[in-house]
């Protein structure tokens, strides 16, 4: 086998990986009835998918002899902006009441801090 052929290979491999992670990502859009459910199907597996279908293109151009690094911007931009989308989405289903709440943390002082159970004073309330 020569490079070309193992590289053509490696193409096929990464399209066929990059084709499932987004058919995954748009059943999980359109199987999904929440944003809040709605928010990992195109930003973990829809990026991942578009991912690997920028690095199919990437190998291919390699092998054309006319090497682009365009991809890899769009890959930095894609993988940097995909998780802030998403929180900006599930802010404003909070926000909108568009889904459940979140539950409270409960009423002590150790949910966010190190402290522990034995350190903290009993306070009578």
Not at 9 to 37: E, R
Not at 106 to 114: G, K, N, Q, V, Y
């Amino acid at each position: 086998m020569t490079g070309q052929i193992i590289t053509t290979y490696a193409v096929a491999l990464c399209l066929l990986i990059g084709a499932g992670f987004v058919v995954v990502g748009v059943i999980g859009l359109l199987k999904f009835n929440d944003p809040m459910t709605r928010l990992h199907a195109p930003t973990k597996v829809g990026t991942m998918g578009i991912g690997m279908l920028l690095l199919a293109s990437m190998i291919q151009s390699a092998i054309q002899g006319e090497p682009s690094m365009h991809e890899l911007l769009i890959m930095a931009f894609l993988f940097v902006t995909a998780p802030i989308s998403a929180h900006f989405i599930a802010k404003l289903s909070i926000h909108g009441r568009t889904c459940d709440l979140p539950p409270s943390p409960p009423r002590d002082d150790t949910w966010s801090t190190l402290k522990t159970v034995e350190t903290i004073p009993e306070v009578d309330s």
